[in-house]
């Protein structure tokens, strides 16, 4: 079974610029998170999808930062315009089910410098 | 203050051991994750727990849910332990994890 792939692994932009991450959650995963690690600080939450639906997106720092999960299949993350403040390490992470508590698979991460 | 605390920050050790670190929350939680990261690389689930003891190798991780505290020991530490170590928990009302600032372990040869 394939795990969480995340696409782009690096991505270097300037100030002002649009970045679309990408994440692939294990097949058949309902929940999709979004995570990120910037620079010193510990692993925030962005937001959850249930499927196609958003499920929690309280962790969003802005309204730069638009996601989306097409057919409760993949999903995108996009920041538009990008800031400095926005560099870190973006993590992907799926789990199978709604009900009960299951392990969070994560994925590579996209590492984004903005410059 | 973090809800969740980890302790130590950093931490080296001479191959073969043990090593304790420890994790302190604040919030209810319907689970605890042990996390591991090595340099450049992804994120992997160690243990996920919601109480008492779990063993997986040279793992254990422990939990006392009235305390609110957790630790993750290594026995017979090993240079290919040197990661970043992550206590992450899932709060009862929530399903997304709050996670620790990380412990970033060294073992030398």
């Known amino acids: 079974e394939a795990g969480v792939t995340q696409f782009p692994s690096h991505s270097v932009i300037e100030k002002g610029q649009t970045v679309t991450l990408r994440c692939d959650p294990i097949s058949g995963h309902d929940n999709l998170y979004w995570y990120r690690r910037v620079m010193g600080k510990e692993i925030k939450f962005l937001l959850h999808f249930v499927k196609e639906s958003k499920q929690d997106e309280s962790g969003m720092p802005n309204n730069r930062f638009l996601a989306e999960r097409t057919g409760g299949t993949y999903s995108t993350l996009k920041v538009q315009p990008a800031e400095l403040e926005d560099s870190g390490v973006y993590f992907c992470?799926?789990?199978?089910?709604?009900?009960?508590?299951?392990?969070?698979?994560f994925g590579p991460g996209t590492r984004l410098t903005v410059t | 203050k973090n809800e969740v605390e980890q302790s130590p920050q950093n931490l080296t050790a001479q191959e073969g051991e043990f090593i304790t670190i420890n994790c302190s929350y604040s919030?209810?939680?319907?689970?605890l994750h042990w996390l591991q990261q090595h340099p450049g690389g992804g994120i992997v689930s160690l243990f996920m727990l919601s109480s008492g003891k779990k063993k997986h190798g040279r793992l254990i991780a422990t939990i006392n849910i009235q305390e609110k505290h957790s630790s993750l020991h290594i026995t017979a530490s090993h240079p290919r332990d040197s990661a970043v170590y992550i206590c992450?928990?899932?709060?009862?009302?929530?399903?997304?994890?709050?996670f620790g600032s990380g412990t970033q372990l060294t073992v030398l040869p």
């Open positions: 992470a799926s789990s199978p089910r709604l009900a009960g508590v299951y392990e969070q698979y």
């Open positions: 919030v209810g939680i319907s689970a």
């Open positions: 992450a928990v899932r709060r009862r009302s929530a399903r997304q994890l709050t």
